[in-house]
């Protein structure tokens, strides 16, 4: 078993040293940086080096006994002059003559003192006579703590605003040593005896209290201003509303146990089973936090909002979107109802007609919304004057712009409904936000309004940006597919004017049996082109999708110049067995693009020169024609750019999707062009041998790395 005094005293001994610390920080703190034209000053030292030295001894001798009782007495006369003082400092020192002898006849209670605790220690064998003294005493200190209490409260009460700011950390640190004692000294009277655990925690709490007043001391002099934060200070309330209640338990149990017998313990029982439960439905509500949160807001803080808090708050909702979560549009709508505490709420989007329409709940999906929400009517005037509906207001019949004909009924008949929020984009309504009633009832203030506007017209800005973001991936799709049909009507246009020179030669060459057979073989190649276009329609500008195979660019630019040969001279000049990597049927395609590209350049009956030779480790095929040639300003900024185009009616997409292609089979489009001369297009692809040697040079090193 723990030797439960050993611990008490323990306790105790730390309590008292923690306690001498802080105030003697306190005091070598005020000597420095106190504000030395306070006429507090030096009895704030005393004060703070007196209880230092009084904690002290309560650590070395105990808190009963007589130096440290003597240092008590004297601690209390330090703080009764910083009292005085302090209406010295405010500058009623004079006008308020009645506050003197109030000070002197508490100094001389305070004397007294000493008088009571020799009488004590030299009666220490009369238990009667030690009893009486330590009443006495008691009430001796009550009467003290009580008379500094009402001193501190007319200094406060009576001192101009400005003053204020000067003696509220003194005031409260004044206030908290002398409202302990009262609390102290009160249960010791009533009881007959200190009580173990007030008396254990009093010099911690003197020490921190001390400094306190050490902050008052400097407020003035170095700026310096204890703000504690919201969070800190709910925290702080609800620490105290938790302790309140345990207190009280812990009295009523005690009481019981004095009532005693067998009803004392069933009602012991009781009454902890009932406090369990209160503590466990009770405690962790929301309105119980909303309470305390107002509650600390209206009497402890000069604003309703921490400004900095709600705007981290309001930004990490709205940004914090993930896969499967809520949608941008309920993040909106929490990030707004969480300003004012709001259990629930929607978000209306205006439509092409100016009238509202719901597009998401958060935490509301009892609420009956008609599919047209609001009238152009209230959206009018929410846009002109950028208007929060106070609900309450409308129901009361108050009005500000003769918005009351124009709200809807379902708005009127919820009564959950709080407020309306307008979402205003450069002076442009693009939504609003209904807002449920908290959970602790409160009216709408200036506060609200204000800031309330403010996040409305951020969340509108974040609604445009993603209406406009949706309207660019609905164009970008449209672009897609416009760009889709734009390859398939070049590839018909190329056939089409294939179509056109073989008819015209037909006309001169009819009668030519070789004509015909190579009739017969463009109308084959024709058709079956359009078939595979048919087939490619739906991957058009997505490079090839064919597996990668081994192809022989002697063997296709054979048979291009045999396709072409119909429709225009195209004279093979050299066709090396090259064996590549790449994908045929897209080669093809891109060669037949620049192939088409170069008879529309040259002039009629002058040929196109095609050429497959093997270049180091790459498959080169040129293809060169004597046209009219490019500028090197289109060669660098126009060719390859969709939609532009030398030719009157070109759709300037062929080069762009011959390379592109080209560019997907791992090769590059090379350009040669002078203006008046003709132009030269190179197409380099990969060696199959060059693809497979590495290959097998990454394999080894990819296996050494695994035995690594």
């Avoid at 006495?136 to 605003?161: C, D, E, F, K, Q």
């Amino acid at each position: 078993m723990v030797d439960q005094s050993g611990v008490g005293a323990l306790a105790s001994l730390v309590c008292f040293v923690a306690g001498g610390v802080l105030s003697a920080g306190a005091g070598v703190w005020i000597a420095r940086f106190g504000d030395r034209n306070r006429p507090d000053r030096l009895p704030l030292i005393a004060a703070a080096f007196l209880a230092a030295m009084w904690c002290s001894l309560a650590a070395a001798f105990g808190p009963h006994a007589l130096t440290t009782l003597l240092a008590e007495t004297a601690r209390n006369l330090a703080l009764i002059a910083v009292i005085f003082r302090l209406f010295s400092a405010d500058g009623r020192d004079e006008s308020l003559k009645p506050i003197r002898p109030v000070i002197i006849a508490l100094a001389l209670v305070q004397l007294f003192q000493p008088v009571v605790l020799l009488v004590s220690a030299r009666s220490a064998f009369e238990p009667e006579l030690v009893s009486l003294t330590f009443e006495v005493s008691a009430v001796l200190n009550m009467l003290v703590a009580i008379g500094a209490l009402v001193l501190l409260h007319n200094l406060y009460a009576g001192a101009a605003a400005a003053s204020r700011q000067v003696l509220r950390w003194s005031g409260i640190g004044l206030a908290g040593i002398f409202a302990y004692d009262l609390n102290l000294f009160t249960v010791s009277y009533l009881l007959g005896e200190h009580p173990s655990g007030l008396v254990m925690l009093r010099g911690l709490f003197t020490g921190v209290m001390t400094a306190l007043l050490a902050m008052g001391a400097i407020s003035e002099g170095r700026g310096l201003q204890f703000r504690p934060s919201r969070t800190v200070t709910f925290q702080t309330l609800s620490l105290l509303v938790i302790s309140s209640y345990l207190l009280i338990m812990v009295l009523v149990t005690r009481s019981l146990t004095l009532i005693g017998g067998d009803f004392a313990r069933a009602g012991q029982v009781v009454f902890l089973v009932l406090g369990i439960l209160v503590a466990a439905i009770w405690i962790p509500s929301k309105r119980l936090r909303g309470w305390l949160k107002v509650t600390a807001t209206k009497h402890l803080f000069q604003h309703r909002y921490d400004y900095r808090e709600e705007w981290l708050r309001f930004t990490h909702t709205i940004g914090r979107g993930a896969s499967g979560g809520p949608s941008f549009y309920e993040r909106a709508v929490k990030a707004m109802a969480d300003i004012t505490d709001s259990p629930a709420g929607i978000l209306l989007v205006t439509n092409e007609e100016a009238q509202l329409e719901l597009t998401a709940r958060w935490n509301w999906a009892t609420l009956e919304v008609p599919g047209v929400a609001v009238e152009f009517g209230l959206t009018d005037l929410l846009e002109k004057h950028n208007l929060i509906l106070d609900l309450d207001e409308v129901r009361a019949g108050v009005q500000h712009h003769g918005e009351l004909a124009h709200v809807p009924e379902w708005l009127r008949e919820a009564e959950d409904v709080w407020a309306l929020v307008p979402l205003i984009h450069f002076d442009r309504l693009v939504g609003a936000i209904v807002l449920a009633r908290p959970r602790i009832e409160r009216r709408l203030d200036w506060e609200d309004f204000d800031l309330l506007r403010v996040a409305g017209q951020q969340l509108a800005s974040y609604l445009s940006e993603q209406a406009g973001q949706q309207a660019l991936m609905d164009a970008s799709r449209f672009d897609e597919f416009n760009r889709r049909m734009a390859f398939v009507m070049h590839d018909i246009k190329n056939l089409a004017s294939q179509m056109s020179l073989l008819s015209a030669n037909a006309q001169k060459h009819a009668d030519n049996p070789a004509f015909r057979a190579d009739m017969l073989v463009t109308l084959r190649n024709s058709s079956d082109k359009l078939s595979a276009l048919l087939a490619r329609l739906g991957r058009y500008g997505s490079g090839p999708v064919n597996e990668m195979a081994e192809v022989d660019l002697g063997e296709v630019t054979r048979q291009l110049v045999k396709r072409m040969a119909a429709t225009h001279p195209v004279i093979l000049a050299q066709a090396e067995p090259v064996r590549v990597v790449g994908d045929r049927e897209s080669l093809e395609q891109a060669l037949i693009h620049l192939i088409q590209n170069a008879i529309d350049a040259s002039e009629e009956g002058s040929p196109v020169h095609l050429s497959a030779t093997m270049e180091g480790l790459s498959g080169q095929i040129e293809i060169i024609d004597a046209g009219h040639g490019m500028s090197p300003e289109f060669v660098r900024s126009g060719l390859f750019k969709p939609f532009v185009s030398s030719k009157d009616g070109g759709f300037g997409i062929g080069a762009f999707e011959a390379r592109e292609m080209i560019k997907a089979m791992g090769g590059r489009v090379m350009v040669e062009s002078r203006e008046g001369v003709g132009t030269r297009f190179s197409v380099i692809l990969p060696l199959a041998e060059s693809r497979k040697l590495a290959s097998n040079t990454n394999a080894p090193a990819a296996n050494s790395d695994e035995v690594a």
